[in-house]
């Protein structure tokens, strides 16, 4: 049974008189800053100099400082910077700036486990990974609730790693809708696994395969589009709200028939255990040792390829028109 913490489980006085250095100001660093400072506590942010981020922060009110300047004033480095640009900034920034009983934080576990960074025995090395967008994390948070984060300890020198993880949690309001224990390992795992065979590589092969079939079998393009990619989120959002069940008793009756019935010829055995390789690949470091060694040789490129196709895709062009007709004015 998954441990899970709620707000009134959770007090931030063991935190209230340490220096927060947030590291990066994209969605998630923004997100994260603005709401622990909202709730009191001592954050500052750690940047590039000469970045555009650097005078947003400060008119959102923050001390901004060199990344490593951040890390020399603080007691919790929270390190919300590009999964792939954190080993170097570790070693140039970081490192030389760690003190005894510091501790690493951060919303996804990947340096951590897979050794993009070592960090010495004497800090705390802690996770707080928000289960959804900075911007819903924010946003949420303005509301009076707050989003599910999942929370791990992976190093616990001062004994106090757990406080530190829950005082976070609960600053960036995630004990209001709770959180649940994890573990480094774990939260790489089904991560990667997630984004790779469901929510980002699964699903969108899908409604590409399905286009093409609607458009090959002689069905207009923009019929294609609505039927197989626009009226999937409405489904999505009924399964996050009311789950599996519950979107099939809130479609029609031919589609509950035809879902439950075909789903399982599209989605079979064979494809089960093609998902379970690419599990094992996360598992075993084969992905790891790809992406790494991509991201080495090419940098931000070694996604053109990739996209370049997706972008000559009919689907995609055909998606551009369809969307201006549903939000006239908007710019992708």
Not at 96 to 120: D, M, Q, R, T, V
Not at 142 to 165: C, E, H, L, N
Not at 183 to 199: I, P
Request: net charge negative; proline share 3%.
């Amino acid at each position: 049974m998954a441990q899970i913490w709620k707000d009134e489980d959770v007090n931030l006085d063991s935190i209230k008189n340490e220096t927060i250095a947030v590291l990066g100001y994209g969605i998630q660093g923004n997100a994260q800053s603005n709401n622990m400072k909202d709730s009191g506590l001592n954050v500052i942010v750690g940047l590039n100099e000469g970045g555009t981020s650097w005078p947003k922060a400060q008119a959102d009110g923050f001390k901004v400082m060199s990344i490593a300047d951040a890390c020399k004033a603080a007691d919790i480095i929270h390190v919300l910077i590009p999964d792939m640009v954190q080993s170097t900034v570790y070693k140039e920034e970081i490192e030389p700036n760690l003190s005894e009983g510091n501790a690493l934080s951060f919303s996804h576990a990947a340096s951590i486990h897979w050794k993009w960074i070592e960090a010495p025995n004497n800090v705390d090395i802690i996770m707080i990974a928000p289960k959804a967008p900075g911007s819903k994390v924010r946003e949420t948070y303005q509301q009076g609730f707050g989003t599910p984060s999942i929370v791990a300890v992976y190093q616990d020198f001062t004994k106090r790693a757990w406080d530190r993880t829950l005082g976070i949690a609960k600053a960036i309001g995630s004990t209001k809708a709770g959180v649940i224990k994890t573990t480094f390992q774990e939260e790489v795992e089904t991560d990667w696994f997630g984004e790779q065979a469901d929510l980002c590589g699964g699903s969108a092969s899908m409604v590409v395969n399905a286009f093409e079939i609607l458009v090959e079998a002689g069905y207009q393009p923009e019929i294609a589009y609505f039927e197989v990619l626009h009226e999937l989120k409405l489904i999505v959002d009924l399964i996050q709200r009311y789950g599996i069940g519950g979107m099939y008793r809130r479609v029609s009756e031919t589609a509950r028939y035809g879902g439950l019935t075909k789903g399982p010829v599209v989605m079979n055995k064979e494809t089960k255990e093609r998902m379970k390789k690419i599990l094992d690949q996360v598992k075993d470091g084969t992905f790891n040792e790809e992406w790494t060694s991509e991201y080495k040789k090419n940098g931000k490129n070694a996604f053109d390829r990739f996209m370049n196709e997706l972008d000559a895709h009919q689907v995609e062009q055909v998606g551009k028109k369809m969307r201006q007709m549903i939000w006239p004015g908007s710019t992708e």
